[in-house]
Nanobody, 116 residues
Framework: QVQLVESGGGLVQAGGSLRLSCAAS????????KGWYRQAPGKERELVAD???????NYADSVKGRFTISDDNAKNMVYLQMDNLKPEDTAVYYC??????????WGQGTQVTVSS
């Protein structure tokens, strides 16, 4: 299996920045995509951003121009740079890795709180 641990969350004022990190360990091979999801209280979990094996990226419309996803295969890491944060970005952010077979793995999440 793949174990994922997120870090970098915290409390920040609107307009501020945070960088989330996701560290992977375990049986790492044939990873087709890495992504970040978030879930606010009472809301469904939603895709924030993902990056595929070839380097292509995809972002939710709500974060385009503000968030940037990147990875470092040598370190088994994926990152989410979050700039110009808004109160509506407040949520638990989860890292997700997906194998090319379709099997996926989730981290435990890291809380991001943006105050006005």
């Amino acid at each position: 299996q793949v174990q994922l641990v997120e870090s970098g969350g915290g409390l920040v004022q609107a307009g501020g920045s945070l960088r989330l990190s996701c560290a992977a360990s375990g049986t790492i091979f044939s990873i087709g995509a890495k992504g970040w999801y978030r879930q606010a209280p009472g809301k469904e979990r939603e895709l924030v951003a993902d990056i595929k094996q070839g380097g292509s990226t995809n972002y939710a419309d709500s974060v385009k121009g503000r968030f940037t996803i990147s990875d470092d295969n040598a370190k088994n890491m994926v990152y989410l740079q979050m700039d110009n944060l808004k109160p509506e970005d407040t949520a638990v952010y989860y890292c997700r890795w997906a194998r090319t077979t379709g099997r996926h793995y989730w981290g435990q999440g890291t809380q991001v709180t943006v105050s006005s």
